[in-house]
């Protein structure tokens, strides 16, 4: 059984671009979560993907983005970037939602210059 | 609003040192508490959870107990190991919902 597997590992951007981050789920899991893990913090919920829809959201703003196919996995995508915008993402999938068990993957660090 | 409060670190311990890390969490309602652990260059892993006042979560030889009347949720071991040396992070999933609030984490060193 594959676990949660995010791509790139690292990523290095300047102010002003965009960026997209995926996320592949963990085999027969629906659902998936992103998170904002700033240096030093604990994980921020962005939002939560289920069945490909929007399934719940945080306090970020809408050039944080996303999307889910039918395969499950998902996208993250960031426009506009800001120097805040540097921190790990992580995602994280389960087999239903809500759920109490989910599995996060080792995460995207980027770094926004 | 909901959240989670952790007590600040790093801790560091000696090896078969007792661990205690306090956890405080604020919420309408009943959540579900949860610790995770993670490891460096890893991602979060979950440790343990209890669903219901006065539940004990256990794994690995960690214990919590979710205590209603004092909103907390700590998290203990009896000796702790080099291995055990991560950042814990408390959290909290409000029942029906799918958002989950982490505390800001707290790392332990363990010392050989």
């Known amino acids: 059984e594959t676990g949660v597997t995010q791509s790139p590992t690292h990523l290095i951007k300047t102010r002003g671009q965009q960026v997209t981050l995926r996320c592949s789920s963990q085999?027969?899991?629906?659902?998936v979560s992103w998170y904002q893990q700033a240096l030093g913090q604990g994980p921020q919920f962005i939002f939560q993907?289920?069945?490909?829809?929007?399934?719940g959201r945080g306090n970020f703003p809408p050039r944080f983005s996303g999307l889910q196919f039918p395969n499950y996995s998902s996208e993250l995508n960031v426009n506009a970037l800001e120097l805040d915008d540097s921190a790990l993402y992580l995602c994280?999938?389960?087999?239903?939602?809500?759920?109490?068990?989910?599995?996060f993957g080792p995460g995207t660090r980027l770094t926004v210059l | 609003g909901d959240s989670v409060t952790q007590m600040e670190g790093p801790v560091t311990l000696s090896e078969e040192a007792f661990l205690t890390i306090n956890c405080t969490y604020t919420?309408?309602?009943?959540?579900?508490l949860f610790w995770y652990v993670q490891y460096p260059g890893e991602g979060l892993q979950l440790l343990l959870k209890?669903?219901?006042?006065?539940d004990k979560g256990s794994n690995k030889g960690f214990e919590a107990t979710y205590r209603k009347e004092t909103t907390s949720f700590h998290l203990e071991k009896g000796s702790v190991q080099v291995s055990d040396s991560a950042v814990y992070f408390c959290?909290?999933?409000?029942?029906?919902?799918?958002?989950?609030?982490f505390g800001s984490g707290t790392k332990l060193n363990v010392k050989p």
């Open positions: 994280a999938s389960s087999l239903e939602s809500p759920s109490d068990t989910q599995y």
């Open positions: 085999s027969g899991h629906n659902t």
């Open positions: 993907y289920y069945r490909e829809e929007e399934n």
């Open positions: 919420a309408t309602g009943y959540p579900s």
């Open positions: 209890a669903t219901k006042a006065d």
């Open positions: 959290a909290l999933r409000k029942n029906g919902f799918n958002k989950f609030y």
